[in-house]
């Protein structure tokens, strides 16, 4: 069996909760490799925003993976031809993209054998969050089950830890954390509609929570908006 690294592949998107999930994982003393992904999306200044948040933090490596979830459609952020919501959606809201978080975790998996990393951080939120299934921890629990059973490293006793340490945190707590973490929040992007300049709506769901989270904290927003 191969001696454990402090290796760990960090899923970031640019948006506020992953940036403070790296922060977390870099704080801990993991060597961060850090992975993002171009999945047709519709606002492409998140995976700018990734680029900036992986030179501003100390990580080992950063990728970007491009994939095509928009020839499934499906989903606000993929399809064109359904607009994102400017109002709070009963149930399962339309920006959920079928199997994201499956796909994202699973290639972040396939590195993580490479790497002998035993660890994937991801950011998702249980508590204020869109109602996403893929967020909740009985999903996460799940996919670690199925990690240690489908992986050769796992099989032969490097116990893999899917890690959410913003699972419980409201999104007051997630910035009051990166904020004593040093996390530049201004080079996030979490906006479902930002424009080429990354300046946000300032409307829709994922806007509404950041706007709010600030507000709450007591920390200054400096998000850039379209109408300012």
Not at 57 to 74: A, I, M
Request: proline share 4%; charged share 25%; glycine share 8%.
């Amino acid at each position: 069996m191969s001696t454990p690294s402090n290796n760990a592949v960090v899923l970031l998107s640019g948006g506020l909760d992953s940036a403070t999930a790296l922060a977390m994982a870099v704080e801990r003393g993991f060597n961060c490799y850090v992975l993002s992904f171009d999945y047709g999306q519709r606002s492409q200044t998140e995976l700018l925003a990734a680029k900036k948040i992986t030179r501003d933090l100390d990580v080992k490596e950063h990728r970007v993976v491009r994939l095509h979830l928009e020839d499934f459609g499906g989903s606000a952020l993929t399809d064109n031809s359904i607009d994102v919501p400017d109002h709070e959606e009963e149930g399962i809201p339309v920006t959920y993209v079928p199997a994201r978080n499956t796909v994202f975790m699973s290639l972040a998996l396939a590195w993580a054998e490479v790497l002998h990393a035993q660890h994937i951080f991801i950011g998702v939120n249980a508590v204020d969050y869109s109602g996403y299934p893929d967020c909740r921890p009985e999903y996460i629990a799940a996919f670690e089950q199925m990690a240690n059973l489908a992986t050769k490293t796992g099989v032969e006793g490097e116990r893999l830890t899917i890690e959410t340490p913003l699972i419980d945190l409201t999104k007051a707590e997630i910035i009051r954390e990166g904020t004593r973490l040093g996390v530049n929040y201004g080079l996030t992007v979490s906006c479902y509609q930002a424009d080429d300049d990354g300046r946000a709506c300032g409307v829709c769901d994922s806007c509404r929570l950041r706007a709010k989270g600030f507000e709450d904290a007591g920390v200054a927003d400096p998000t850039r908006y379209i109408t300012a």
